[in-house]
């Protein structure tokens, strides 16, 4: 699938996702898969297919967005982020440790997915 994705066959990549999703032997074997699918779909138009793929593979990686995000939910988020920073200095930021663990990469990396859909 990595090859179809660099050539951007996109429809046979989509066409064949299925596959290596469905025999997979657990579900780590197939982020690899959802990765290039949600690429292909997104590449290919299909915006709102590459969001709730994305959003479906974010859930099983234990990251849950809303399906619908009001304004309310937005300026929480929001504050929950400003508070967190409270005090912290820029220096602060940049000591932190780096991002090691294996699902808050990979939510990071499908949420990527869905920034450029």
């Known amino acids: 699938s990595d090859a179809l994705c ?5 429809p046979t990549l989509t066409a064949l996702a299925e596959k290596p999703l469905h025999y997979a032997r657990c579900f780590e074997d197939k982020l690899n898969t959802y990765s290039n699918l949600v690429r292909a779909l997104s590449s290919s138009g299909n915006n709102d297919e590459c969001i709730n793929t994305s959003v479906s ?3 099983q990686l234990g ?3 809303p399906t619908k995000i009001t304004q309310e939910i937005y300026f929480d988020e929001v504050a929950k982020v400003r508070q967190s920073l409270i005090g912290l200095s820029r220096q602060d930021l940049l000591s932190l440790p780096i991002m090691t663990e294996f699902n808050k990469l990979t939510a990071m990396r499908f949420l990527n997915h869905m920034l450029l859909a």
């Not at 660099?6 to 996109?10: E, F, I, P, R």
């Open 6 to 10: 660099v050539v951007g066959d996109y």
């Open 63 to 65: 990251e849950f967005i």
């Open 57 to 59: 593979v974010l859930s």
